[in-house]
């Protein structure tokens, strides 16, 4: 029996408070397995966050769902445990907040500025403009999640840079720099992104194979803004 199905046996599909019925079946179910434990509860806050996400609008598209599941992987045997999940977090009476505090609690280093709570926000994003824009009430959600993820004003416009096309935003605002910064202090910049955001050291913390998508999309926008950058400088 899978971990989807084991944590399932012991909710229902009706629950209409699904968050706290799921928190005690991971609590009780998994217990003395640690690990496995944390893993379960990850999941299940990032798909009930992405459900929560995609509603925020007021309509969940077919391209919402279809870029979840770009960034959430997962068997195909568990499609319909995942959908479960999805579409209880859309009926919960719980609110997104109550999720994201969850997912908050997860991050293993403890302090703001999370390394696997900025994949999470990278994958909302994915979600969010999904169809073809990040719309007022999407970009008011996430602004509340990453406020409850402790994540700064100014890096919540970094990540937003990466996403979506803000009048006057450019290669500097993607990797945090300025443009009075000189060439080695964004080369320093965009060197201590590499390492800090590598998929393979987001997957050594924890982050869940299934969101290397996300991981690897990240470094592809730093790559960008880094050569756009280094053409400009060589350029001018």
């Known amino acids: 029996m899978s971990f989807w199905e084991k944590l399932f046996s012991a909710v229902a599909d009706t629950a209409t408070n699904a968050l706290s019925s799921l928190i005690e079946a991971i609590r009780t179910v998994f217990e003395g397995d640690p690990e496995t434990r944390r893993k379960v509860a990850f999941s299940v806050a990032v798909i009930a966050l992405s459900a929560k996400m995609a509603k925020a609008d007021g309509v969940v598209t077919p391209n919402e769902i279809e870029a979840f599941q770009e960034i959430f992987d997962y068997p195909a045997e568990e499609a319909r445990n995942v959908a479960r999940l999805y579409n209880l977090a859309k009926q919960d009476v719980a609110g997104f907040e109550a999720y994201a505090e969850k997912l908050s609690g997860l991050c293993r280093s403890g302090q703001p500025e999370c390394a696997m709570l900025e994949n999470v926000m990278d994958g909302l994003f994915h979600i969010a403009k999904a169809d ?3 719309h007022e009430r999407e970009l008011s959600f ?12 100014d890096r919540f416009a970094q990540i937003l840079a990466r996403h979506v096309y803000v009048e006057g935003a450019d290669p500097y605002s993607v990797l945090g720099v300025s443009r009075k910064d000189d060439f080695q202090t964004i080369r320093q910049q965009y060197r201590a992104l590499v390492r800090e955001h590598h998929p393979d050291r987001m997957i050594a ?6 969101f290397q998508a996300v991981a690897h999309e990240r470094m ?16 001018a």
């Open 132 to 134: 073809g824009a990040v």
């Open 205 to 210: 913390r924890g982050l869940p194979t299934s």
């Open 220 to 235: 592809a926008k730093y790559n960008a803004a880094y050569a756009a950058i280094e053409r400009e400088l060589r350029a």
């Open 142 to 153: 996430l602004e509340n999640v990453a406020a409850i993820f402790q994540i700064s004003e």
